[in-house]
């Protein structure tokens, strides 16, 4: 198994992997959470449920 880099490793600590965030929260801490040096994407799946 590959081993994480160094950015990624403190950007994971600080999480809480067990709490569900509502939209905002996530997109807030996605933004914070970026340490790539190009453009990233995010992808979001919606089940409507209609």
Do not use: W
Request: no cysteine; proline share 2%.
């Amino acid at each position: 198994m590959p081993k994480r880099g160094k950015k990624y490793l403190e950007t994971s600590q600080k999480l809480d992997k067990t709490i569900r965030y509502n939209f905002f929260d996530g997109v807030k801490i996605a933004l914070e959470a970026s340490f790539a040096r190009f453009d990233e994407t995010v992808d979001l799946a919606v089940r409507l449920g209609v």
